[in-house]
C-alpha cells in the first residue's frame, strides 16, 4: 500500500529569547511546531531511519538559532529556522514552522516605561464575590490570572539543601506569575473602578521595582503596600503560581547561555498562597 503523505518533527518548542542592553531588557517568546517532509519514507514502511532528523534534533536546532539571533522578529527567527533545516540536511526537501506568540507589553510605572518589567498582552478578568445575609454582607474583589513579570531582580538562594535538592541557587532569575488576588472590603471606597486599578499598580509596582527573595517575599510586601495605602481594604489574598523560565544549556553546541535563552515553562509548577490582613 502506498504512503500518501508524511511529515515529523517536534511540536510546542518553547523558547525565550532575552535582548540586555543595560537595564532595558526585551523579551520574546515562541511556541513552535517545526515539521519535515523529505526523503524519510523508510522510516514508515521498512523500519529504515537512517534518513531520520532526532525530533531532539530539532529542539535544540531552534534554541541554537535563537542563542544567535536574539533581536529577531518571529518572522525572521522562523526564516533564520527554516534555513538552518534546509542548509543542513538535503533529505529535507520541506520545513514548516508556525509559531504562537507569547505578546509581553512593557510595563509603565511612575509614569515612564519600565526596563524590566512587563505584562500579558490580553491580561486576566476581573473577579467580584458577595455573601449577603440579614445580618450584614462581606464583598471582594479582585484579579484572576493576572500575569506579569520580570526578567531580573529576583532570585532563589539558601533554602533546604537535602538529598532531594537538585536545583542550584540562583540569584538573578526571571520572575513571573499568573496572579490571583483578592482583596476584602472593609468599607465601600468612593469609587470601586478607581480603587481596583489603584491596587493593580501598588502590586505592579512593588513587584517590578523591588528585588524579590522569593515570590514569597515580594507577595508579602505587596499585600503589605495595598493595605497601607488603602485603609478600606481590610485582607488581600494571593495564589501566585510561578512561570518557569530555565536557562538552556548551550555548551554541547559550544555556545554560552548569559541569560538570554530559556525554557518557558508552567509544568509542573510552584503554588505560593497566602493571605495579608490587618493584625
Known sequence: MPLIASKYGKGRVRVMRLTRDGDDHTPRELSLAVLMKGAFEAAWTDGDNRACVATDSVKNIVNVVAAKNLSLDKEAFAEAVAATFLDTYPQVEEIGIEGKETRWLRQAIGGRPHGHVFTLDGNGTGYVKLVASRDGAVLQSGLRGFTFMKTTQSGWADFVDDAYRTLADATDRIAATAMDATWTWASAPAD????????????????????????????????????????????????????????????????????????????????????????
Open 192 to 279: 470601586y473602578t478607581a480603587t481596583n486599578a489603584r491596587v493593580l499598580d501598588i502590586l505592579i509596582e512593588v513587584f517590578g521595582t523591588t528585588y524579590s527573595a522569593s515570590v514569597q517575599d515580594s507577595m508579602y510586601r505587596m499585600g503589605e503596600a495595598v493595605l497601607a495605602a488603602i485603609p478600606e481594604i481590610a485582607e488581600i489574598g494571593f495564589a501566585m503560581p510561578n512561570k518557569h523560565y530555565i536557562p538552556i544549556n548551550l555548551t554541547p553546541f559550544g555556545l554560552e547561555n548569559p541569560n538570554t535563552v530559556f525554557l518557558p515553562t508552567d509544568e509542573p509548577h510552584g503554588q505560593i498562597e497566602a493571605t495579608i490582613g490587618r493584625g
